[in-house]
C-alpha cells in the first residue's frame, strides 16, 4: 500500500504539470488564463468542425495526450465525442478530470512512454521501438481524432537527455504517426518573464525562427537595458515544418508568459 502511495505522488509531481500546476490553475484559471482558454475553446471548435465535415464523421472519438484537468478545454467541446481516450501520467489531473466533466466517457492510460523520444545514449533500432509503441496505441483507435494538450513543449523538461536535433527529428515523427487522421496541437514554443509588447495574437512565419530577431521585435527591452533578456525555447518550432503557426500569449502566473503555437489538420477529405 506504501509503495502505491509513494507511486501517486511520485507521479502527481512530473517536472511538467502537476501540483504546482493544478494550483496555478485554481488561482488564475478564471482571471489571468481566462482570454488564452477562450482562444483555445475557439480554434478547437473550428478545427472540430472543419474536421468532421472532411474525416470520419461518424467516429466522435478524441485521443487527448497531457489533458491535465482540462483546464483549458470546455465542456462543449468534450461533449461532441462519444469517447475520449486521456495519456496522462499524473493521476491527480486523471482523478480531477474524471470529477470536472462527469458527462464525458473517459478512458485512462497513464503511459508517459507514449510520447517518449528516445532512450538516452540508444542505438538506431530503440529510437524506431520508442514510436513502435505510439503507432500500436494510435492502431487501437483507427477513428478517433488527436489533441496534443499544451504538452509537446514539456517534452523536453521530461526528457531533458535530448539533443535539439533528436528532439526535432521526434516532433517529425510524431507528427507523421498521426497525419492520416484529424489532428491538433497547442504547445509552448518559448516562455519567459520578459513583458511582450502586444498580448495580440500573430503568425510566426514558416522557416527557422530567428529568435534575437524575435525578441528584439516582440518583447520589451529590460528597464536600463542592463541584463539580457531570458527566453527559454521549448524547441517546438520544427513541429511546423514549413508552415506559418499561429500564436498567441499566455500569462501563465503573474509576469510569466508562454508564447503558445497552435497547429492543426483536419486530416485528409
Ligand atoms: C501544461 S500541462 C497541460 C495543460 C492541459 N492541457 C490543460 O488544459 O490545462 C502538461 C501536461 O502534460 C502531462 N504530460 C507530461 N509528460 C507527458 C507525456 N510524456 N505523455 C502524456 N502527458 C504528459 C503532464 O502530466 C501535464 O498534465
Known amino acids: 500500500m506504501l ?39 475557439h480554434w478547437l471548435t473550428n478545427w472540430l468542425s472543419n474536421s468532421l465535415t472532411t474525416w470520419s464523421p461518424h467516429a466522435h472519438e478524441l485521443i487527448i495526450f497531457g489533458s491535465s484537468a482540462g483546464y483549458s478545454l470546455s465542456t462543449t467541446f468534450l461533449e461532441k465525442f462519444n469517447r475520449v481516450i486521456v495519456v496522462e501520467p499524473d493521476p491527480l489531473a486523471r482523478l480531477l478530470l474524471r470529477r470536472r466533466f462527469p458527462q464525458v466517457w473517459w478512458e485512462f492510460t497513464a503511459d508517459r512512454n507514449l510520447l517518449a523520444p528516445i532512450p538516452e545514449n540508444a542505438p538506431g533500432s530503440a529510437s524506431k521501438r520508442a514510436l513502435d509503441q505510439l503507432h500500436t496505441f494510435l492502431k487501437r483507435y483507427p477513428d478517433a481524432a488527436v489533441l496534443f494538450s499544451n504538452v509537446l513543449g514539456q517534452l523536453p523538461l521530461e526528457f531533458p537527455h535530448l539533443s535539439d536535433e533528436l528532439f526535432a527529428s521526434h516532433l517529425i515523427a ?25 498580448m495580440a495574437p500573430f503568425e510566426l512565419p514558416s522557416g527557422p525562427l530567428d529568435l534575437e530577431a524575435f525578441i528584439r521585435a516582440r518583447l520589451e527591452p529590460p528597464p536600463g537595458g542592463a541584463s539580457p533578456l531570458e527566453v ?18 499566455w500569462e501563465i502566473a503573474p509576469g ?14
Open 174 to 198: 510524431i507528427r507523421a504517426a498521426v497525419k492520416d487522421r484529424a489532428w491538433a496541437s497547442y504547445h509552448d514554443l518559448l516562455s519567459t518573464w520578459a513583458k511582450p509588447k502586444s
Open 256 to 269: 510569466r508568459y508562454h508564447l503558445i503555437g497552435f497547429l492543426c489538420s483536419p486530416g485528409p477529405s
Open 232 to 249: 527559454t525555447d521549448h524547441q517546438t518550432h520544427a513541429l511546423s515544418i514549413g508552415e506559418p503557426t499561429a500564436c498567441t500569449w
Open 3 to 41: 509503495f502505491v502511495m509513494i507511486d501517486w505522488i511520485r507521479r502527481a509531481l512530473p517536472p511538467s504539470g502537476g501540483i504546482f500546476y493544478h494550483y496555478l490553475a485554481m488561482r488564475f484559471s478564471r482571471t489571468l488564463w481566462r482570454d488564452f482558454r477562450a482562444e483555445v475553446d
